[in-house]
């Protein structure tokens, strides 16, 4: 379901925004540009970005790093309660790990046709998890398209 702009501070676009920061920051250390926040009652409780080359870690994208942070900072694997908002649609991987922390909602920004786990199903989700993409959908499309092709000169 593709949501409609909303300018509050708690709004979907605010906290999108927070993401973008986070895959800037992705994109100036040389890694792929998705940025992740995880929000609990209207306050961003993990925030983080792809750092699968600085920790040469293949499983260190932004949204398992957010998981990860936000069960830190309260205190249980479950996120329940939580949004992620994240400038990529989620990988297969990422997918199985947001069933798994039984996330309640998913906000995405870009489409991923290639990699994106819609691919394969809405249903690799936890059943309770709520779905929302497009939110600054052309901002970080126009990101990763930059970075790609600074990367392939």
Known sequence: MKPQPSLGIFSQEYFM???FQQAL???EEGEIPVGAVVVSGNRIIAQTYNQVERL???TAHAEILALTAASEAIGNKYLMDCTLY???EPC???AGALRWSQLGKLVFAAQDDKNGFMRYGREI?????KVAYG???EECKTLLKEFFSKLRK
């Open 17 to 19: 925004k927070q993401a």
């Open 25 to 27: 920051l992705a994109a």
């Open 56 to 58: 040469n870690d293949v």
């Open 86 to 88: 994240v400038t990529l």
């Open 92 to 94: 297969l991987m990422c």
């Open 125 to 129: 989700l936890h059943p309770q998890t």
């Open 135 to 137: 939110v600054m959908e």
